[in-house]
């Protein structure tokens, strides 16, 4: 199903959504720090998704992180969650193309958005 990168600061959303992507047949790495996101984020295999916390305690955003993660994988889905940034704020900072989760969210809404979510290089239309 491929690699997917969890940024979050709070270890025991890390673990959960490791879980449940596990369960699911998917790769799943998380990064508690912004700095520990751009490090893993050039390795291979390439990682299929990044799920994304905005408000990280120290460092950047997870918008900030976001938008480094596309310079390096152009195709790359992204899924930002939060339980106190409005997805407003997502019009203004996020990547194009990307979607939002509003914490606390079930299993079922994070696997339907990631199953809705065609990888962008997969679309003729883009060229890939």
Known sequence: MGRVL????DPAICDVLSD???????EAACAQ???AAYALIPTLPTFRALIVDINLR????GFDVARFARQVIPDLLVIYMSGETLGSSLDAFGVPASEFLRKPFVAD????TIAAQKPRGDDP???G
């Open 6 to 9: 969890i940024v979050d600061d």
């Open 20 to 26: 449940i992507l596990g369960a699911e047949g998917f």
């Open 33 to 35: 720090t912004d700095r």
């Open 58 to 61: 120290h460092g950047t955003t």
């Open 109 to 112: 809404d994070l696997l339907k």
């Open 125 to 127: 239309a883009d060229g």
